[in-house]
């Protein structure tokens, strides 16, 4: 989403006006406003509504799930599974270091402690050798995350999580669309979850997913979601529950959303090419997912070479009218996560990265605007 011009201050909103393009749009151009004017129309705008089951199953059918719950974000859709897989007080779960903060807090909010994990170099994402040297006996679960639109080493992985018995919750929330030889991620674990929100491949305005094939989970799933009701009698409240249901005009949204789905990653894979190739001859690293992923290119991201000064090129490129986002910063540097210990490739990834405009919608000219404006920053600090 863009940023937000702040009015207070005058030279902000000059640059507003100069439509810099921004990292994420989304694109509503199909079935959205009809759909969510059907919601209205026939006053289904609650959690009750026939475009739930349409957009549980769309999804369900895009990952090849045998159930999916729809939820409203990502980040619930990651703190559901775990309290229903009985996480809690005591019980450590495994997660990178460098990730989006809401796979970690969705530890913490069960009671449980996020132990975390080393990244690779070449595609940024959990280091199996690093994860089986970190299970204890008190862990439950491994959390592994597919940033960026890339996929974990899932065979690894899974290896390490069937041979020493924990449970493996797949953060897809940047992965729609992603495979791994063909099978789609948040299908390799237990349990995958996805996010909707307004910069995600698929957009509901706020909005989440959990997929799973366990007949039982997937029960339980739904169930805990909507307050621990029996799912057979009304206002029988068997176990706890939490109301972390979508409403209908999510639903309906996603599920327009979803009917677009093959053009909108097809707009993606367009982009990050024209980025790879035009950007060939510059010092930078882009993510390398690994062999037999095909990536969704949810944010194009690259590492700048060592040595830049990140911010100052983030102005400049803004100066150009380019927006970018820094990758996130790692977990254990949070004051609520600090930990002395330290993990070279995660802070090193956390670092150098900066994220690209990476909508759908990005014309030939405006990509060329930005990869302009990457190089000519690039070489006002003799970095090209
Ligand atoms: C977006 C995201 C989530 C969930 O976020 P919500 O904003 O709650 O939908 C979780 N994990 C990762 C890695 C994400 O990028």
């Given amino acids: 989403m863009s940023a937000q011009a702040n009015p207070q201050k005058p030279e902000r909103r000059a640059c507003a006006a100069q439509s810099a393009i921004p ?43 045998r159930h999916a719950a729809a939820v409203c974000n990502g980040t619930v859709a990651l703190h559901l599974p775990l309290h229903c897989m009985g996480i809690g007080p005591g019980d450590e779960v495994i997660v990178p270091a460098f990730t989006y903060i809401a796979s970690v807090n969705t530890i913490a909010q069960t009671g449980a402690t996020p132990v975390f994990a080393e990244s690779r170099a070449g595609d940024w994402l959990l280091d199996p050798p690093d994860v089986e040297r970190r299970i204890t006996p008190r862990t439950k679960a491994i959390m592994p995350v597919h940033l960026y639109g890339a996929a974990c080493d899932m065979a690894a992985i899974m290896e390490i999580a069937r041979r020493r018995g924990v449970r493996v919750l797949e953060d897809a929330a940047e992965a729609l669309g992603t495979t791994i030889h063909g099978q789609h991620v948040g299908t390799f674990g237990d349990v995958g979850s996805f996010s909707f929100f307004g910069n995600k491949t ?18 339980q799933l739904r169930q805990v979601k909507g307050q621990g009701q029996s799912l057979t009698r009304r206002y029988w409240h068997e176990v706890l529950g939490f109301n972390y ?4 005009i999510c639903a309906a949204i996603g599920l327009a959303q979803t009917e677009r789905l093959p053009q909108i990653l097809a707009a993606k894979r367009r982009l990050a ?10 010092p930078v690293t882009f993510q390398r997912p690994i062999d037999g992923v095909e990536s969704a290119d949810w944010l194009v991201s690259l590492l700048l070479p060592p040595g830049t000064d990140r911010d100052r090129l983030m102005a400049d490129m803004q100066g150009a009218g380019v927006e970018t986002r820094p990758v996130f ?27 690209l405009p990476s909508f759908p919608a990005l014309t030939d000219d405006e990509l060329g605007r930005v990869c302009e404006a990457l190089t000519n920053a690039l070489r006002q600090q003799g970095k090209a």
């Fill in 202 to 219: 698929v957009t509901t305005g706020e909005g989440g997913m959990v997929v799973t094939d366990d007949d039982a989970l997937a029960a």
């Fill in 329 to 355: 910063y790692p977990a254990h540097h949070m004051p609520m996560y600090r930990s002395e210990e330290h993990f070279p490739v995660a802070e090193d990834i956390a670092a150098r990265g900066i994220s």
């Fill in 273 to 282: 090419s024209f980025y790879k190739e035009t950007l060939a001859s510059l």
């Fill in 245 to 248: 249901r979508m409403t209908n």
């Fill in 23 to 65: 990292v994420y749009r989304p694109d509503l151009s199909g079935n959205e406003r009809a759909y969510v004017l059907d919601c209205v129309d026939s006053t289904w705008i609650s959690s009750i509504g026939a475009y739930i089951g349409k957009f549980e199953a769309a999804i369900a059918g895009v990952v090849g799930a």
